[in-house]
């Protein structure tokens, strides 16, 4: 059976004012919101234009980063260095594919050879520092320094942004666009990870890779999550896993002689073997990791993991191990992601409504994750008339042959080839889209019902947490148990906040007598203001029931045209001045 999914409609009503828009704010992602935002029409003419058979596949995009990671150095620079100079002394040891500067606890740049054997060459130049009052652990990493010498340079490189926007400047951007369809747009470009970014994660990836072949050199460090499902945003963790698959591949037979194998240490568990490896690793990227900080090891968890700062590059990491159904689920996310572009603008405002509102946060606690909040988007996907994304049920019966995948006695199989599913003609906007998601979970009945990816209909809760989400690939799990009733409360009183503010004439329309300068925050940029009142959350939440123009919305109505009023008053004096 074909799984049936919308086609994409994006609206490009107004897109050169976006640019424009763009442009004209945020100085410090300035250049990078201009870019993105002029690639914003052709890549979405590419996109409907791109058969999804052209679209590579998921292992194939990890592949490719993972190699180019591994031509790859990190180097921290003056401040101020001669560009062309130091690619031109770098190139002597062989022919440089791309490279870029950044800036995070010092000037770094990232540098990708054509070959790895150019990094053989640059290491065999390369000295162990002479330290005064201290010594140096030997480790000939590919994380390196500039060596000043001589009179330096003036010039300063061209940086590229790794920051994510504040979110007054989000507010400032989105109130400057057309339409609410375009602030989702411009919210997704402004917020995403940018290709150097990704790029960066991966080679962090690759370094950490070094430090753990000295024990296991057929390893492979992967990331997973944000970095690469397609709804990482500038700034999220980098969550990574120690893959030893390739350790028990079978070696070649050696014909008739005798059959060998290796001895090996036991463990009581595949988790005590797990946290044995986690701990050695752990203790050397602590001991030997350059510019790693800060490692702890938190070996109790449900799943062991090292938690420390890259400080490089700026990244909090999470290094598991033996976390392949982690790694299915990022793929299913990001296959999710590609079928259909509304999908990822639709999670980047979720997650970053929830974020502005506390329904997420970066501390664990009793709150709903960003990994469940992306389920729950794509849930109500599935719910649409007719459906934006299919069932997970319906990628397994797609899969073929190859696509087979058990892990730990689950079954994670799920097509890889998007070219065979079979999109339908749902031309829902994104504010369509964006109303409906809130009163979807403003009134969804989470006392009984338990939202299911896999079936892509609500099922009868199996327990009694507040929030049951079933676990795409691990169906006895729920991957929502953390979160308690106050969140969850908090989080359907604030969705039905913003269905209600969403039918206001006064939100859903940007004020026409308002010139660029001067526009208060209106459609998606007026749900991200904070709360007007301190009530906001669960307590008034029976008050709210009995009076659906709650204080909160009212005062944050009135606060809208205040502001409006006041930016008026502001450029009316300012043009009397002139
Ligand atoms: P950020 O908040 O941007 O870091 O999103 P994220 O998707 O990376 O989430 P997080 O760092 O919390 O987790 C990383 C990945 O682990 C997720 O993308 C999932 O693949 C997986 N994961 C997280 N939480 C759960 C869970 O409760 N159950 C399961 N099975 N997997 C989870
Ligand atoms: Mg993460």
């Given amino acids: 059976m074909a799984a049936s999914v919308g086609v994409c409609r994006l609206h490009m009503r107004g897109s050169e004012k976006l640019i424009r828009c763009c442009l004209g704010v945020l100085p410090q992602s300035k250049r990078r919101l201009a870019t993105t935002t002029s690639h914003l029409k052709t890549r979405a003419v590419k996109q409907t234009a791109t058969s999804a058979k052209e679209i590579k596949s998921f292992q194939a995009i990890q592949e490719e980063r993972r190699e180019q990671a591994e031509r790859s150095v990190l180097i921290n620079c003056p401040a101020k260095i001669n560009e062309n100079k130091f690619l031109d002394d770098l190139s002597k040891h062989g022919p440089i594919n791309k490279h870029f500067f950044y800036n995070s606890y010092g000037t770094y740049a990232v540098v990708e050879f054509s070959s790895r054997e150019s990094i053989l060459s640059l290491k065999e130049r390369t000295n162990i520092p002479a330290v005064q009052h201290e010594a140096a652990v030997p480790f000939k990493s590919r994380l390196l320094s500039v060596k000043q010498t001589g009179s330096g340079s003036n010039s300063v490189p061209n940086f590229k942004e790794h920051s994510p926007p504040t979110i007054n400047d989000i507010i400032k951007l989105l109130s400057e666009q057309d339409s609410i369809d375009e602030q989702l747009l411009c919210l997704t470009e402004a917020l995403q990870l940018t290709e150097e970014n990704i790029s960066l994660r991966f080679l962090v990836c ?150 502005v509102h506390a329904v ?69 906007t994104l504010v369509t889209l964006l109303q409906e998601f809130f009163e979807f979970y403003g009134n969804f009945p989470f006392n009984k019902a338990s939202i299911n990816i896999r079936k892509g209909k609500d099922q009868i809760k199996p327990e009694t947490s507040a929030l049951h989400i079933q676990n795409p690939f691990e169906s006895a799990l729920n991957v929502s148990k953390n979160v308690n009733a106050t969140q969850l409360e908090r989080f359907v009183a604030l969705c039905r906040e913003s269905a209600w503010l969403l039918q206001q004439r006064e939100v859903l329309n940007r004020s026409s007598s308002q010139s660029d300068e001067s526009v208060s925050p209106w459609g998606f940029a007026a749900l991200l203001l904070p709360s007007v009142t301190a009530g906001a959350g669960v307590k008034s939440r029976r008050k709210r029931k009995l009076e659906p123009a709650s204080s909160r919305i009212k005062n944050l109505l009135d606060s809208l045209k205040i502001k409006g009023a006041d930016a008026a008053a502001k450029k009316g004096s300012n043009n009397h001045r002139r």
Avoid at 274 to 294: M, R
Avoid at 387 to 403: R, V
């Fill in 206 to 355: 690759s370094l950490l890779r070094d430090i753990a072949a000295a024990y296991f050199p057929e390893c492979i460090i992967r990331p997973f999550g944000s970095t690469v499902n397609s709804f990482g945003k500038l700034g999220c963790d980098l969550d990574m896993f120690l893959d030893l698959d390739g350790i028990y591949a079978p070696s070649q037979k050696s014909g008739s002689g005798v059959s060998l194998e290796y001895q090996v240490k036991r463990g009581a568990s595949e988790r005590v073997v797990t946290q044995n490896i986690l701990s050695v690793v752990g203790e050397c990227v602590d001991k030997f990791g350059p510019g790693c900080v800060g490692v702890q090891k938190i070996l109790q968890a449900r799943c062991p993991l090292v938690r420390f700062a890259h400080q490089p590059s700026g990244f909090q990491c999470d290094l598991t191990a033996n976390n392949r159904v982690a790694m299915k689920s990022s793929e299913l996310l990001f296959l999710y992601g590609t079928l259909d572009p509304r999908v990822r603008h639709l999670v980047f405002s979720v997650r970053c409504w929830a974020r």
């Fill in 360 to 428: 997420t946060s970066s501390i664990p606690g009793p709150w709903i994750t960003n990994f469940s909040l992306t389920v729950m988007v794509l849930f109500f996907l599935q719910q649409r008339s007719p459906p934006i994304l299919p069932t997970l049920d319906q990628l397994k019966e797609l899969s073929g042959a190859s696509d087979k995948c058990v892990i730990e006695s689950n079954d994670c199989t799920i097509v890889s080839d998007l070219s065979k599913i079979t999109v339908q003609n749902n031309t829902d």
